[in-house]
C-alpha cells in the first residue's frame, strides 16, 4: 500500500476513533443513575411520602408524591415538581424539604433508568416523564390537571434544572428555582470536549430556550443560584440565563459555592426563595 494511502488510513482513524467513542458512549457521560438504599426509604416513610406508578414509552417509572406537614381542606398550596442533579436521586430532596415551608407538598421526579425506573435517558424522554407524572398526581388526587395547575412550581438542580424547565414549558408552569443551571449541552461539551467534538452532542438539553418560553408567559417569576465557585457549570452560564430576562429572572451568586454542595450550603435561603416565589414577591 502506497505511503500516502497509510498515512491518509491512519488520520482517518485518529479522527474517527473519538467521535464512534463519543456517539456509542455518550449517555454514559451525562447520566449517573443510581439505585435506592434503605435510608431512602426510612426517609420516605418518615416524610409520609407514596410512591405513584405510572407507565411512559420506557416502560414502568416511579414517582414520590410528599404531602404537606401542614394538612390542607382541598389542594396543596403549593406543589413542587422536584428534578435532581445527574447523580442524585429523586429522594435526596428529602434531606431538605423538612425545613422548607410545611404547606408545601412534592412530587419527586426520577428519570428512566434512575432509583425504581425503567429505561434510558435522553431529553424528550425526560420530558415525557415529567408530564406522566404530573398525570399520575392528578389522578392521585382525584382532581384535573387544570385545577391542579395553579398549585404548581418547579425546582431543579444541575441537569434537574433542565427538567425543570421543559416540565414548566410543557405545562404552562411560571414559577421556579433553579440552581446551577446551564446554557445548553452543547456548551457544556464544548467545555468538556473542546471544537467542533461538542456538536456530536445528541442530548441537545437548551436552557436558553425552555427559559425563554417560561419567562414570556405572563406573572413568570424564576429564581437561579449558582455557586461562584462551581467547577461544573461555570457560574456565567447561570448568569447568562438570568441576564436575558431581567424582569422575570432573579440572579443569585453564592460566593464559595461549588456544585455539589450548593443545596447544603445555602439550603434556608432555597426555602425562602421558594416561599417568596409562590407568594408573588422576587427575592
Not at 430532596?93 to 408545601?104: G, H, I, P, S
Not at 467547577?231 to 443569585?252: D, N, S
Request: net charge neutral.
Amino acid at each position: 500500500m502506497p505511503l500516502w494511502k497509510r498515512l491518509l488510513r491512519l488520520g482517518a482513524i485518529v479522527v474517527l476513533t473519538p467521535v464512534i467513542f463519543l456517539l456509542s458512549c455518550q449517555s454514559s457521560l451525562i447520566y449517573h443513575p443510581n439505585p435506592y438504599r434503605a435510608e431512602h426509604e426510612a426517609l420516605l416513610h418518615a416524610a409520609k411520602g407514596e410512591r405513584l406508578h405510572f407507565e411512559t414509552s420506557q416502560g414502568r417509572q416511579t414517582a414520590f408524591y410528599i404531602p404537606p406537614r401542614t394538612p390542607a381542606s382541598g389542594l396543596p398550596q403549593t406543589v413542587w415538581l422536584c428534578f435532581a442533579g445527574n447523580g442524585s436521586l429523586a429522594l435526596d430532596w428529602l434531606y431538605d424539604t423538612e425545613t422548607w415551608d410545611d404547606r408545601f407538598a412534592y412530587l419527586l421526579i426520577d428519570y428512566p433508568s434512575y432509583g425504581e425506573c425503567a429505561g434510558i435517558p435522553n431529553p424528550a424522554r425526560i420530558r415525557e416523564s415529567g408530564k406522566a407524572a404530573v398525570e399520575a398526581l392528578v389522578q392521585h388526587l382525584h382532581t384535573s390537571q387544570a385545577e391542579l395547575l395553579p398549585h404548581l412550581a418547579v425546582l431543579g438542580h444541575s441537569l434537574g434544572a433542565a427538567a425543570a424547565l421543559m416540565a414548566a414549558d410543557n405545562l404552562d408552569i411560571r414559577r421556579g428555582v433553579l440552581m446551577s443551571p446551564f446554557t445548553t449541552m452543547t456548551d457544556m461539551g464544548r467545555i468538556v470536549l473542546g471544537w467542533p467534538l461538542c456538536y456530536l452532542n445528541q442530548h441537545r438539553f437548551d436552557n436558553r430556550k425552555t427559559l425563554g418560553h417560561v419567562a414570556a408567559r405572563a406573572g413568570a417569576r424564576i429564581v437561579i443560584f449558582h455557586g461562584a465557585e462551581d467547577e461544573v457549570i461555570p457560574v456565567r452560564m447561570g448568569r447568562e440565563l438570568a441576564a436575558a430576562h431581567p424582569q422575570v429572572v432573579t440572579f443569585h451568586e453564592v460566593p464559595g459555592g461549588r456544585h455539589n454542595d450548593l443545596l447544603d450550603l445555602i439550603s434556608p435561603q432555597i426555602g425562602r426563595a421558594m416561599a417568596e416565589v409562590v407568594a408573588g414577591t422576587m427575592p
